[in-house]
């Protein structure tokens, strides 16, 4: 859950029209560099509706998405943005239009820029963060006849703690803590120092849920494939406050990262929207020393140090965005709460796997071949969620043998023992 802890500085208001799949967006702002591939599906989700079963609509069909960053941040916003453009290029008569930065507009809501993109023609609206819960629910209450996605959120999970009764709204989060488990196997195969640190944005259950996956990843290759003792893992989390950069509020992740690679800690696992991590492990391996990072969210980020860039478990979201609009256009959109599973078969499979896990050219060949070993035992049921799992504090969260439910995997309420950093603000 991504919610918003700190107030963004106000700008200007840009609203941004985006091309339909075979174009650019229709304004001064250029797409971005990097499109996904457009492969033809070598399999139908499990719960996409045939495209035959689709029907054939007189006008455009509208996705309008409020973007919590820079639609091009080669992280989480971008990610999102090109899910959107995935499904434009999938389903015909589709085109995607969208405001990014969506807490810097001055004077306006997340729930009024939808307004906006409503008046622009819009037929759905998404909101791809849950930064934007509150707003996401005063626009699906206000607009009942628009189909209205969250990316995360549990308001449309009955089982949640935060369920409510709006029939057009539908959440929808890959599995990443799959993803997450594998880097961190990938960090733990790798470093020399025995120690990792983790770049953190806020602290939430999210964040928590995702760090201690990485955490739990880490720990089984440390031991099961290396036969280590856990004892001599080292695994600190250090939160800058949000998911980017905002100087004055946030700790700057420069900093935090060249901390890390100064005290010993020679991967930096990164959980934030920008490459931070990155940038500093080029520069230090440039200059000849023996550190990497694994990035996070977007799946083409290593390019940005691929010397030094060890992987990155990154989101991919088209897949079921395709799915909620062609049931959009069927007519058959409904409340749903969907918590994607990685594509076991290849995780990688851009039309059918929501999130994956892709090596960098610094992953050794031992340790990519482990990884794959990895892999291969969770597509074989290994759930690395299962007791004995204790919490931060000592306390027994998970008795041995004990798999943990959603509900306890999504609100993990601290850290786990063996983790250093904080799991809740002071």
């Known amino acids: 859950m991504r919610t918003k802890v700190f ?57 309008g998405m409020v973007l919590v960053g820079p639609y091009n941040d080669s992280g989480w916003s971008q990610a999102g943005y090109e899910g959107g453009q995935y499904a434009v290029s999938k389903i015909p008569n589709t085109k995607l239009i969208y405001v990014d930065l969506g807490f810097t507009h001055q004077g306006v809501t997340p729930a009024q820029l939808a307004e906006q993109l409503l008046a ?55 599995r990443a803590e799959y993803a997450k488990m594998i880097a961190g196997c990938a960090a733990a195969l790798t470093t020399q120092t025995g120690k990792i640190g983790y770049l953190g944005p806020l602290i939430n259950p999210e964040t928590r849920r995702l760090a201690s996956s990485a955490y739990l990843g880490a720990k089984y290759c440390w031991t099961t494939y290396l036969k280590k003792d856990p004892a001599s893992l080292k695994f ?15 700790l700057d992740p420069t900093k935090v990262a060249d901390d890390f690679y100064s005290s010993g800690y020679d991967v930096v696992m990164s959980g934030i929207d920008t490459t931070e991590a990155l940038t500093e492990a080029k520069k230090l391996h440039d200059a000849g ?99 004995p799992i204790n919490l931060q504090d000592g306390k027994v969260y998970l008795t041995a043998g004990t798999v943990a439910t959603d509900q306890q995997i999504w609100y993990l309420p601290q850290l786990l023992q063996g983790m250093e950093g904080q799991s809740v603000l002071p």
Request: proline share 9%; aromatic share 10%.
């Open 120 to 174: 622009q023609g819009a037929n759905m609206i998404i909101f791809n963060s849950d930064d934007f819960k509150d707003d996401s629910n005063t626009f699906a209450k206000a607009h009942p006849d628009i189909p209205t996605i969250m990316f995360s959120g549990d308001q449309s999970w009955v089982a949640g703690q935060a369920y409510l009764n709006f029939p057009n709204m539908v959440n929808i989060m890959p």
């Open 7 to 63: 107030k963004i500085t106000l700008l200007a208001m840009v609203l941004v029209i985006a091309a339909t799949a075979c174009g650019s967006p229709a304004t001064a702002t250029p797409a971005p560099a990097t499109q996904p591939p457009v492969t033809q599906p070598t399999a139908v989700p499990p719960t996409a509706i045939p495209p035959t079963a689709v029907p054939t609509v007189a006008k455009t069909f509208t996705i």
């Open 289 to 387: 020393q023996k550190v990497w990072a694994v990035s996070y969210d977007y799946r083409n980020n290593c390019s940005t140090a691929p010397d030094a860039c060890l992987g990155v478990p990154y989101f991919n979201w088209g897949p079921e965005v395709m799915v909620q609009v062609q049931k959009a256009i069927a007519g058959t959109f409904k409340q749903d709460w969907v918590w994607m599973a990685p594509d076991w078969t290849n995780i990688n499979n851009p039309d059918t796997s929501a999130t994956g896990f892709i090596n960098g050219q610094a992953l050794s060949s031992d340790a990519a071949a482990k990884v794959t070993q990895l892999i291969s035992e969770m597509a074989s049921g290994l759930n690395l969620w299962t007791g």
């Open 236 to 250: 600190k989390v250090t939160w800058i406050g949000y998911w980017f950069n905002e100087p004055g509020t946030t």
